[in-house]
């Protein structure tokens, strides 16, 4: 009633004689020697004191009156480069360096104006016009319209106004009773001519004398029953239908008979009876071989002052 079961040990078995040492497969591998990279110190182009600089390379020693001897070297032969610098070196506040470069003291003005034209500009610091007072001068006011005077409805170039004068040909007065065969006949001969001006006073009817001489020799009715007033033929303005006062004086030639049925072409003029008008009547006078005075019969004979 003995148990013969050994433990099982976890180290190796222990070495024999007889059997080989077999190398443990699950142990680590020894561990190769760390060589530690040491950081090469950072150095100063200039040799100094190591007290001087911190653990970081850093520089904490005295102020340096002077740049390094390097820098001032390459100030002594500026790059392309480093003379057309845009802008000047600037300093933490944002102004310009007071203190200017010893390498950009050699450099013309033509070549900062250069760098001054090339230079970045935003849009919001753009000067796209001068101002008021750059173009007039210092001691002028200018004034500045927010809106405008001129109202919308109304365009900035107008278009072209046609003014019209004339009230134009009236087709109506070109049929007449004599053909135009018979009214060429008739002015071919002096003798059967006759030159007549209609002078008076002012709405005395010479106008309306002569739409009533029309109405005998056309055909065409010279009254107008919807506005209950006479054509006026001779008024051929527009203002002087208007106005209902002639103020040109306006022939018309006519084939009118005598007593004995002869008849006659004859060439009235209807001369304006307004005082300011009267050059008109002066110069239909001094055409006409003879004039018809009209007289209104209420009014009677006038003087025209």
């Known amino acids: 009633g003995f148990d013969l079961t050994l433990p099982r040990c976890a180290g190796p078995p222990p070495s024999s004689s007889l059997s080989p040492q077999i190398p443990n497969l699950r142990a680590p591998l020894p561990a190769a020697p760390k060589t530690l990279a040491r950081r090469r110190p950072r150095r100063s182009r200039r040799a100094m004191d190591d007290s001087l600089y911190d653990e970081f390379g850093n ?4 102020e340096l009156a002077d740049s390094d001897a390097d820098d001032s070297d390459a100030a002594a032969s500026p790059s392309p480069s480093q003379s057309r610098s845009p802008s000047p070196a600037r300093s933490p ?3 310009p360096n007071s203190r200017r470069p010893a390498a950009l003291m050699d450099v013309d003005d033509d070549d ?6 090339n230079a970045v500009v935003l849009a919001e610091d753009k000067k796209y016009y001068p101002t008021a007072e750059e ?15 001129q109202a919308l409805e109304k365009p900035i170039v107008a278009p072209p106004r046609v003014v019209k004068f004339e009230v134009g040909t009236r087709a109506g007065a070109t049929s007449t009773y004599a053909s135009t065969d018979f009214i060429l006949g008739l002015a071919s001969n002096p003798l059967l001519v ?3 001006a209609l002078v008076g006073h002012l709405q005395h009817g010479k106008t309306v004398f002569m739409d ?4 005998q020799t056309h055909e065409v009715d010279t009254f107008d029953s919807e506005g209950e007033r006479h054509i006026r033929f001779t008024d051929t303005r527009v203002d002087e239908q208007e ?3 002639s103020i040109k004086a306006v022939p018309m030639s006519l084939v009118l008979e005598s007593g004995n049925g002869k008849s006659y072409l004859c060439n009235i003029m209807d001369t304006p009876g307004h005082v300011n008008f009267s050059d008109e009547m002066t110069a239909a006078l001094r055409l006409a071989d003879g004039a018809v005075l009209v007289v209104d019969a209420a009014e009677g004979v006038m003087v025209i002052h």
Do not use: F, H, T
Not at 59 to 62: E, F, L, Q
């Open 93 to 95: 506040s944002g102004s």
């Open 135 to 149: 173009v007039y001068g210092p001691g002028v006011e200018a004034l500045v319209m927010d809106e405008d005077e």
């Open 194 to 196: 006759r030159n007549v």
């Open 243 to 245: 106005r209902r006062v």
């Open 59 to 62: 520089y904490i020693g005295p």
């Open 112 to 117: 900062y104006a250069d760098a001054a034209q």
């Open 212 to 215: 009533m001489l029309v109405e």
